[in-house]
């Protein structure tokens, strides 16, 4: 067998070694263990604080739901000349309390809690949503990061071949067309690699514009949700759809309750002074509305607070829909990366034997349809690597399907107060 084959087998055997990643050193497709730091690391982001300062602020609202109107004094003085020059001074002390519209104190303290409650999943929802896409964009980052990685080792591994090939034509054997081809494949590479690294870098960037970081900050490794933990029940979106029907509900009473008329009470007391004495008058005052105008805009208000508890039970509905294919979604992706990583080994069989046709036929002068063997070689690498990063592929999408459940993850992990 001649110097070229021997050395394009050795070149060959440790490319196919080194190309397919083994599964101690791929992705894989197992979720993270919940990190503390990536979650604290989410947490801290400005828009997040923002978004807890704002559920703060509803919470603190509550306190100040029904109110009771303040009490009201009015205080009055007069002169009084009468005729045949009656003089009188006249003054008196009015004290009003207006009463609230049955039941307008208790609706007005539910919807309170409510825009509280809401306030809270509205940040828990923008916390998973900040998770999720955090998650994925270091899954991004981390696929294109291990595609550059499996690239550069081809390259290396045609650099040795493109040694082998300039030193035969050194010596006057070979073909320069074959140098000039493996030197086009090395280029292309050489630009796919710079590609990948910018994808990742780029994936890097964003994830620490939307956490609020320098440019040059440490993002948390990779983190991602057991499927296990997602319960439709505890969502923040199914949280949030509660919390508006509530509101509804509180709505509706406000509206009901509008429709009754305001009283209020009052108590006067006057005291006259005359020529020939004092006079002092004590009174009791009653003051009512006729409700025939809030009656007509009750109604509408009420329409409106059925259709906003129509809407938010469709939105629950929604949400539990978008769960479940996000779960089935992260089960598909985590199937065919499982596939993916089976077939590759197959593939790799295959890829050896026809190799080993390869150098056989070589070493027995047989060239078929005149093709050079190191262009068969070089095409067998190509092929291992394409196997491989169609592995690196599948095991990627599964972990950003499983990032993206983060989305869906529990209230809990978000509280308002971390």
Same mark, same amino acid.
């Given at each position: 067998?001649?110097?070229?084959?021997?050395? /394009?087998?050795?070149?060959?055997?440790?490319?196919?070694?080194? =190309?397919?990643?083994? /599964?101690?050193?791929?992705?894989?497709?197992?979720?993270?263990?919940? /990190?503390?730091?990536?979650?604290?690391?989410?947490?801290? $982001?400005?828009?997040?604080?923002?978004?807890?300062? &704002?559920?703060?602020?509803?919470?603190?609202?509550?306190?100040?739901?029904?109110?009771?109107?303040?009490?009201?004094?009015?205080?009055?003085? /007069?002169?009084?000349?009468?005729? @045949?020059?009656?003089?009188?001074? +006249?003054?008196?002390?009015? !004290?009003?309390? %207006?009463?609230?519209?049955?039941?307008?104190?208790?609706?007005? &303290?539910?919807?309170?809690? %409510? =825009?509280?409650?809401?306030?809270?999943?509205?940040?828990?929802?923008?916390?998973?949503?900040?998770?999720?896409?955090?998650? @994925?964009?270091?899954?991004?980052?981390?696929?294109? #990061?291990?595609?550059?990685?499996?690239?550069?080792?081809?390259?290396?591994?045609?650099?040795? !071949?493109?040694?082998?090939?300039?030193?035969?034509?050194? =010596?006057?054997?070979?073909?320069? $067309?074959?140098?000039?081809?493996?030197?086009?494949?090395?280029?292309? +590479?050489?630009?796919?690699?710079?590609?990948?690294?910018? +994808?990742?870098?780029?994936?890097?960037?964003?994830?620490?514009?939307?956490?609020?970081?320098?440019?040059?900050?440490?993002?948390?490794?990779?983190?991602?949700?057991?499927?296990?933990?997602?319960?439709?029940?505890?969502?923040?979106?199914?949280?949030?759809?509660?919390?508006?029907?509530?509101?509804?509900?509180?709505?509706?009473?406000?509206?009901?309750?509008?429709?009754?008329?305001?009283?209020?009470?009052?108590?006067?007391?006057?005291?006259?002074?005359?020529?020939?004495?004092?006079?002092?008058?004590?009174?009791?005052?009653? @003051?009512?509305?006729?409700?025939?105008?809030?009656?007509?805009?009750?109604?509408?208000?009420?329409? $409106?607070?059925?259709? #906003?508890?129509?809407?938010?039970?469709?939105?629950?509905?929604?949400?539990?829909?978008?769960?479940?294919? $996000?779960?089935?979604?992260?089960?598909?992706?985590?199937?065919?990366?499982?596939?993916?990583?089976?077939?590759?080994?197959?593939?790799?069989? &295959?890829?050896?034997?026809?190799?080993?046709?390869?150098?056989?036929?070589?070493?027995?002068?047989?060239?078929? +349809?005149?093709?050079?063997?190191?262009?068969?070689?070089?095409?067998?690498?190509?092929?291992?690597?394409?196997?491989?990063?169609?592995?690196?592929?599948?095991?990627?999408?599964?972990? =950003?399907?499983?990032?993206?459940?983060?989305?869906?993850?529990?209230?809990?992990?978000?509280?308002?107060?971390?």
């Amino acid at each position: 067998m001649s110097a070229p084959v021997l050395f /394009s087998r050795l070149a060959v055997s440790l490319a196919v070694l080194a =190309i397919l990643p083994p /599964s101690g050193r791929s992705q894989g497709t197992e979720p993270a263990a919940r /990190s503390p730091e990536f979650l604290e690391t989410v947490l801290q $982001a400005p828009a997040l604080s923002a978004a807890a300062r &704002r559920a703060v602020a509803a919470r603190e609202r509550v306190g100040a739901a029904g109110k009771l109107a303040d009490v009201t004094v009015e205080g009055m003085g /007069s002169r009084m000349v009468g005729p @045949m020059d009656e003089r009188a001074t +006249m003054w008196e002390v009015n !004290v009003r309390q %207006a009463l609230p519209k049955r039941g307008e104190r208790a609706a007005d &303290r539910e919807r309170a809690l %409510a =825009i509280a409650a809401m306030a809270e999943a509205e940040y828990a929802i923008m916390a998973g949503e900040m998770a999720a896409d955090t998650a @994925m964009a270091l899954a991004e980052a981390e696929g294109a #990061e291990t595609r550059a990685r499996l690239i550069e080792r081809q390259i290396d591994r045609l650099d040795a !071949v493109l040694r082998n090939i300039e030193s035969q034509l050194a =010596i006057g054997n070979g073909r320069i $067309a074959d140098r000039l081809t493996v030197q086009s494949r090395i280029a292309t +590479m050489q630009l796919m690699v710079e590609e990948e690294r910018t +994808m990742a870098a780029d994936a890097l960037a964003e994830a620490r514009g939307r956490l609020g970081l320098n440019p040059e900050a440490a993002l948390p490794g990779f983190t991602a949700l057991p499927t296990a933990e997602i319960n439709a029940d505890e969502a923040a979106a199914i949280h949030a759809a509660s919390a508006r029907i509530e509101e509804a509900n509180a709505m509706a009473k406000m509206a009901r309750a509008s429709a009754k008329p305001m009283t209020s009470f009052g108590l006067r007391f006057e005291r006259e002074r005359r020529a020939m004495g004092a006079a002092d008058t004590l009174g009791l005052a009653f @003051m009512t509305d006729l409700p025939f105008r809030s009656r007509r805009y009750s109604m509408a208000e009420n329409r $409106a607070a059925d259709a #906003e508890r129509t809407a938010a039970k469709s939105d629950a509905s929604a949400a539990r829909f978008r769960i479940s294919s $996000a779960l089935s979604r992260a089960e598909r992706a985590e199937r065919l990366a499982l596939t993916a990583q089976r077939l590759s080994k197959d593939t790799l069989g &295959r890829l050896n034997a026809e190799y080993d046709a390869l150098v056989q036929a070589a070493g027995a002068g047989v060239s078929k +349809m005149g093709e050079s063997t190191i262009l068969q070689i070089v095409e067998i690498l190509e092929k291992t690597t394409d196997t491989a990063l169609q592995v690196i592929q599948a095991e990627t999408a599964a972990r =950003i399907a499983r990032a993206e459940l983060w989305r869906f993850a529990p209230a809990s992990h978000f509280p308002t107060n971390s």
